[in-house]
């Protein structure tokens, strides 16, 4: 039972442009929701997180969203680098439980 | 400020054989949690410790067992290893077990099973 997704395994998006990344979970429990990127060989880097009392974060050009009604997240990259190509998670918890992992998106930026 | 190390990097083993992952957080976090990543798989949960005690613990057989100590290193073990083991390991900190905060994670170990 997976219980967060990411639908869409890879992105690719011209450098410049918006990167937006989804994420759809199914437990309204959830309250604290996170993304992470991993570039190869290293371990995921925290990006940027939300609380469910809020619909939206900011941090530079990282942005996530959250639609509580539509059970969605999703990360807006505004503009796309080059050093942004990585794979992007994200995570969600419940309180003090264990985070739960979606299976990630490959976003590509092209030059 | 020192990130989380876990080794060793690379291990290599055959079936049967048993393994010692190790992992020390960041100075001050009490927080630790494995995962397992297989390719094209998300993070799956292992298991989760504070204060020496285990918090949480994902659907993993019980040849997976972990450990904290009360510096908050922890160690993991693989025992009666499979092929299916072979994966990369990670070890993540955080402050705690509650509220919204950010675990913070090492490079892994890639653990390959022959």
């Known amino acids: 039972d997976q219980q967060v997704k990411q639908n869409s395994p890879s992105l690719s998006v011209q450098e410049g442009r918006i990167s937006i990344l989804n994420c759809d979970y199914t437990n309204s429990m959830f309250d604290y929701f996170l993304w992470y990127k991993k570039y190869p060989a290293e371990g995921p880097t925290f990006l940027i997180s939300i609380s469910s009392i809020k619909d939206k974060n900011e941090d530079g050009r990282f942005t996530v969203f959250l639609n509580k009604s539509a059970k969605h997240l999703s990360l807006h990259i505004v503009p796309s680098q080059p050093g942004d190509s990585a794979v992007y998670f994200c995570?969600?918890?419940?309180?003090?439980?264990?985070?739960?992992w979606g299976a990630g998106t490959k976003l590509i930026i092209k030059p | 400020k020192a990130g989380v190390t876990q080794t060793p990097r690379y291990l290599i083993k055959t079936r049967g054989q048993q393994v010692t992952l190790s992992c020390s957080p960041i100075?001050?976090?009490?927080?630790v949690s494995w995962y397992q990543q297989t390719p094209g798989q998300g993070l799956q949960f292992l298991f989760e410790?504070?204060?020496?005690?285990?918090?949480n613990k994902g659907n993993f057989p019980g040849r997976f067992s972990g450990r904290q100590f009360s510096n908050s290193r922890s160690e993991m073990n693989v025992s009666t290893l499979e092929l299916g083991d072979s994966a990369l390991y990670l070890c993540?900190?955080?402050?705690?077990?509650?509220?919204?905060?950010?675990?913070?994670f090492g490079d892994g170990t890639r653990l390959s099973i022959l």
């Open positions: 410790y504070f204060s020496e005690t285990q918090r």
């Open positions: 100075s001050g976090h009490r927080s």
């Open positions: 995570a969600a918890k419940k309180g003090n439980y264990q985070l739960i």
């Open positions: 993540a900190s955080s402050l705690g077990v509650g509220g919204n905060q950010p675990q913070h």
